[in-house]
């Protein structure tokens, strides 16, 4: 299992299966198509580096059954008996002051489209 995103990032990053896209691209229709047709044809994830008129990246295809043994730390196979298992066991939540999601902080008026 991954304590993060960023970690379960490199590790497919690591095993070859995140491709990196460094083409500016339009969150309108452009990271769609790349995101579906990359799904169809090389089943990996994919980020997209530069996105048209954001400062963040766009993460996508990250549903494949390789992915989610991967993040669950199971094989393909177990991956049912693992969400049972997690689902009857967990976690309460923990009330922190600060942590990673608030590293960067837009305020204002905010376009998410």
Do not use: W
Request: proline residues 4%; negative net charge.
């Amino acid at each position: 299992m991954f304590r993060d995103l960023r970690g379960f990032l490199a590790a497919l990053d690591g095993s070859g299966e995140l491709i990196h896209l460094d083409m500016e691209l339009s969150p309108r229709f452009e990271i769609a198509a790349a995101i579906k047709h990359l799904a169809q044809h090389e089943g990996k994830a994919i980020i997209c580096e530069k996105v048209e008129g954001y400062d963040i990246p766009v993460i996508g295809n990250l549903n494949t059954r390789k992915n989610i043994a991967m993040a669950l730390g199971v094989t393909e196979g177990e991956i049912e008996e693992a969400c049972r298992e997690r689902a009857q066991n967990l976690i309460k939540p923990e009330m922190v002051a600060s942590g990673p999601v608030q590293e960067k902080v837009e305020e204002g008026d905010i376009d998410i489209l």
